[in-house]
């Protein structure tokens, strides 16, 4: 980038051109940086390097003008205004569509501009300054003499060690082990002071250099041929009667040109013949699987046979085939697939709005096994053959198999996918395909809401009521949510699906503000499952607390198996034991970081924190009194596993949650083995419980059910109905009828009774009764404020802070709180809590923004969670 040497020398004459940039840095609004003479003005969109501090970052332009006369500070600011140092995209890198879009989330949510159009872009797309840390002679000394003592001493004597280290890798080195369990980057309290202490008093250097680049295109090495290598592979000049076509001359070139190739090695010319037939070149690679080693092109290249040049290499997520998505090998037979009455009249309803080519949400309620899928292909095969762009958001990873496939089947190569799942390098390039407009149907995730797609006409939003489409850090956006807004701004259809709606959808609908189409029979006419409901006071009085299995459930298990039929069990809870507890003195062994147990993970040997990553060895004595009477109290998914391998020491049992799924592609493998009928019982948590489709399932067991029911949240009702209603439509989803028992301490809670009778609409209007009487949502907007600090005392008194502020507005929102948050410790600092409740939406935003922006440092250390899904 050889415009960064010369962009800060710039001439600055004549008109100043000022734009607005967004960086993406926690609570950092726009800032206004001076194009300097030379570069032309970028459009919206374009990244840009530019100087923060003593960095060097990118940035994305959001807005550009010109002034005169030139002036020397920013309008809004007074601070000097600085030099753009280097313009990386001559086209805008983000549509305009998806940077409107994403600067909505960043007002909606609260958040810097910085944060939301990062969550829209690819990998790759950022470049910025790393730190380079050395130790000087003067710093070797001064090391050499013990000085000077605590965390800048340990600085140096790392160094001393080391030639030089990035800033990162010295919070590694000098870090705890504690804080290093804190997740990928150590935490190390007052690093960055005394990273500056040190470069002030001369103890150590710090370069700054430029890390990442504008294209991550993957290349490989690939030959051609010349012109020589053309003719030196050309025919004789023979018709193909054998008549002569050339005369004196062309015979005296072919006995040249025969004499050369008699020059070959055998090799060379196979190679030669080999790329006759590739006018666009073959990889060097795929000519060595043919046995031509680089060496013999290299010879070839020499002679100026070949040329050989670097070319461009997509990232197939799908590979040469797809199969590695496919979950069954047995070709497609959706085409044949006749659609129940109810599905024709539901498809014609959404067709009908989709040729509107206006806004339009409509909320898709339909039972388990109802075909909703089939009605997505359908519509996005109408919207495609109207030229229209498809988005398809699917809540979990796990999910996107499936659905890719069914897709993949009817579109073929059309179909691009994002989630986290995959490398960045084949996120990189599937963005960039679609960026380029070569694919025009996207499934992902919640962050695929954010795909460069043009002329959007209709969004596909499955399994709308899941949590997961909530992102749990900056920007707490939430995708269906943003996926609305992204329809609204292109005019689009929107289709929300769900067996189970959540309260929100669910009033719009009955409000007016969405279509509501109702599915209400599985397809084939094919029958609900039957629930049987099994009291666990009555097993545990029976056979003792730590019983897994229920009588019934073990029974008809056992039956299953015998008959060779396939079954779920489900617990939403890995690890394990829940806790090691003390008989002595009543302790359990907890994170040093958070207020929660650790969870015993038999396979790996080790007690993990499931909020921060800490994890240590099993404890073996009591940390509290060190007495040696330690016990394992409580299950999980691995517990369960364990239990159902003893009690069926025959049967095929496999596990499906983050522990066992942390390698790429091993939930895909895991789906696609269960699917093939080699997993007899597949145990997991929520996991397994949404959106799947194995028809040979006609068993669903859930193990605690009711164990989200006493999270001090006032969704966990909510949430317990939708779990329970969605793994038990996963049995009997094929020709065989399927069964569920559930598992409960409180059968005669009403999500779990409505559950059993997978009724919804009951579950609501009961639900509905209780969100009125407490003022929860749907029926108001609400705000969850976390403030943390290094002491409880201390989050408590800055809570304080934010309480007072925005009390002083005169407003009809409320402001309950504080009080220490429901996990008041975690991540190694303390929490106290606060919400905002009321029907204004954009009034309780704009007093939030108001007391933060008048409070800096209390904005640091302030989380906001706009419409927040739990309140933990």
């Known amino acids: ?53 003593t960095r060097v970052m990118t940035g994305i332009v959001l807005d550009s003008h010109d002034v005169a006369p030139v002036r020397d500070r920013a309008p809004e600011s007074g601070e000097t205004v600085k030099d753009v140092i280097d313009v990386l995209d001559e086209e805008p890198f983000l549509p305009g569509d998806v940077l409107d879009l994403a600067l909505w989330t960043a007002d909606y949510y609260l958040c810097a501009p910085g944060e939301a159009i990062a969550a829209a872009m690819p990998p790759f797309a950022w470049i910025e300054s790393e730190r380079r840390i050395s130790i000087t002679p003067a710093g070797s000394e001064r090391a050499n003499l013990g000085e000077p003592g605590g965390i800048r001493g340990a600085i140096l004597e790392v160094l001393r060690r080391r030639e030089s280290l990035s800033a990162s890798g010295v919070a590694n080195a000098v870090a705890t082990p504690q804080q290093k369990r804190r997740g990928g980057v150590a935490v190390v309290p007052r690093l960055h002071w005394a990273i500056r202490s040190l470069e002030d008093a001369g103890w150590i250097s710090v370069e700054r250099s430029l890390k990442g680049t504008t294209a991550a295109f993957k290349t490989c090495r690939i030959a051609r041929l010349t012109a020589g290598g053309h003719e030196m592979t050309a025919p004789d000049g023979n018709d193909e009667s054998g008549a002569e076509v050339g005369g004196a001359a062309e015979d005296h070139e072919n006995r040249l040109r025969n004499r050369a190739s008699r020059r070959l090695t055998p090799r060379q010319r196979g190679a030669l013949d080999i790329l006759r037939g590739a006018p666009e070149g073959v990889p060097l690679s795929a000519l060595a699987e043919q046995g031509y080693s680089p060496d013999t092109v290299d010879r070839l290249a020499a002679r100026g046979l070949v040329l050989i040049e670097r070319a461009k290499v997509e990232r197939d997520p799908f590979g040469a085939s797809g199969a590695a998505w496919r979950l069954n090998s047995s070709a497609s037979n959706r085409g044949s697939l006749v659609l129940t009455t109810e599905q024709q009249a539901a498809l014609k309803r959404l067709i009908l709005a989709l040729a509107r080519r206006t806004f339009h949400v409509a909320l898709l309620h339909g039972v388990t096994g109802s075909g909703k899928t ?46 986290s799942g995959l490398s960045d390098g084949e996120r990189h390039d599937q963005w960039q395909r679609v960026r380029r407009g070569e694919v025009h149907i996207v499934i992902g995730t919640r962050s695929a809401v954010f795909a460069p797609l043009g002329s959007l006409g209709l969004v596909i939003v499955d399994e709308e009521h899941d949590a997961s489409y909530k992102q749990e850090e900056n920007p707490r956006y ?59 006071r009555e097993e545990y009085a029976a056979a003792g607390p730590d019983l897994v299995l229920s009588r019934a459930l073990e029974a008809a298990l056992g039956q299953q198996l015998e008959r060779g039929e396939q079954a779920l069990v489900l617990l939403n809870r890995r690890g394990f034991a829940t806790s090691v507890f003390c008989r002595q003195c009543g302790g359990t062994s907890e994170c040093p970081n958070c207020s929660v147990s650790l969870v015993v993970h038999r396979a790996a040997r080790r007690a993990t924190c499931h909020y921060c990553n800490y994890s240590t060895s099993i404890p073996r004595t009591c940390p509290v009194c060190a007495g040696p009477y330690l016990e394992q109290i409580g299950f999980g998914t691995e517990r369960v596993q364990a239990e159902l391998e003893a009690r069926f020491p025959g049967a095929r049992v496999s596990r499906l949650d983050r522990d066992v799924i942390r390698r790429r592609g091993a939930a895909i493998a895991l789906l696609r083995r269960f699917a093939a009928r080699e997993v007899d019982v597949l145990v997991g948590t929520q996991m397994i419980a949404k ?32 779990l329970l209603t969605q793994v038990i439509g996963r049995a009997g989803r094929g020709e065989l009828p399927g069964g569920a028992i559930v598992q409960t301490l409180y059968p005669e809670h009403y999500g779990i009774r409505h559950a059993y009778h997978q009724d919804y609409r009951a579950f609501f209007e009961e639900e509905m009764r209780f969100r009125a009487a407490m003022r929860y949502p749907p029926l108001v907007a ?91």
Do not use: W
Request: aromatic share 4%.
């Open 1 to 53: 980038m050889s415009a960064i040497c010369c962009a800060g020398k710039a001439a600055r004459e004549g008109v100043s051109r000022l734009v607005a940039i967004a960086i993406p840095v926690p609570s950092l609004g726009p800032l206004t940086y001076r194009i300097p003479q030379g570069f032309d003005v970028p459009r919206r969109g374009t990244r840009v390097l530019v100087p923060l501090g």
């Open 374 to 419: 089939e009605l997505y292909l359908r519509l996005a095969q109408a919207a495609r053959a109207r030229g229209d762009a498809v988005l398809v958001l699917v809540p979990e990873i796990a999910l996107t198999p499936a659905v890719v496939t069914v897709f993949r089947d009817a579109f073929g190569e059309d179909v691009a996918v994002q989630h």
């Open 478 to 536: 939430h995708g269906r949510d943003v996926a609305v807004m992204r329809a609204k701004a292109a005019g689009a259809l929107v289709v929300l699906g769900s067996a189970t709606p959540s309260l929100e959808s669910y009033q719009n609908a009955l409000r007016g503000r969405y279509e509501l189409t109702v599915l209400e029979r599985r397809v084939l006419d094919r029958p609900l499952p039957s629930v049987q409901i099994v009291n666990m």
């Open 691 to 722: 959106g799947h489709d194995f028809p040979g399932v006609t068993l669903v067991g859930v193990i605690s059910a009711d164990v989200g029911l006493g999270l001090a949240d006032f969704r966990a009702a909510e949430r317990t109905f939708q």
């Open 782 to 872: 609400l705000v969850n404020a976390i403030v943390r600090n290094r002491t409880p005392g201390d989050a408590l008194h800055s809570a304080n802070q934010l309480v007072h502020a925005l009390r002083a507005e005169k407003s009809s929102f409320r402001v309950l709180g504080p009080a220490p948050a429901p996990l008041p410790r975690l991540r190694g600092e303390y929490r106290a809590q606060l919400f905002v409740k009321g029907t204004r939406r954009a009034a309780m935003r704009s007093a939030l923004r108001q007391a933060l922006a008048d409070e800096r440092e209390l904005a640091r250390r302030v989380t906001i969670d706009v419409d927040p899904l739990s309140v933990l």
